[in-house]
Nanobody, 118 residues
Framework: QVQLVESGGGLVQPGGSLRLSCAAS????????MAWYRQAPGNQRELVAT???????NYADFGKGRFTISRDYAKNTVYLQMNSLKPDDTAVYFC????????????WGQGTQVTVSS
């Protein structure tokens, strides 16, 4: 079983920055891809960014040039640095991990609220 705990959300003014963290705990053989998703009220959950076990990254168009996903393998933690935040970035941000423990399973964190408002 794997637990993912996000932190770092909050209220920020437009143009500001936040750094989200997601720490994995529990037991596993290998964590492959990790990702951040977000869900705004009334909207479907959407992909923000992914990072593979090898460190390759991919971003949704809305995040390119503003968001950076990174990973600390020793701490089993994935980060999302968000700069130049806009009101449209307001959402609950969820961490996701694709884990191998004899079979593959996807785990989700509980989410952290990000609100961009003046």
């Amino acid at each position: 079983q794997v637990q993912l705990v996000e932190s770092g959300g909050g209220l920020v003014q437009p143009g500001g920055s936040l750094r989200l963290s997601c720490a994995a705990s529990g037991s596993w053989l290998r964590i492959d891809d990790m990702a951040w998703y977000r869900q705004a009220p009334g909207n479907q959950r959407e992909l923000v960014a992914t990072i593979t076990s090898g460190g390759s990254t991919n971003y949704a168009d809305f995040g390119k040039g503003r968001f950076t996903i990174s990973r600390d393998y020793a701490k089993n933690t994935v980060y999302l640095q968000m700069n130049s935040l806009k009101p449209d970035d307001t959402a609950v941000y969820f961490c996701n991990a694709y884990v191998w423990s004899g079979s593959y399973r996807t785990y989700w964190g509980q989410g952290t609220q990000v609100t961009v408002s003046s």
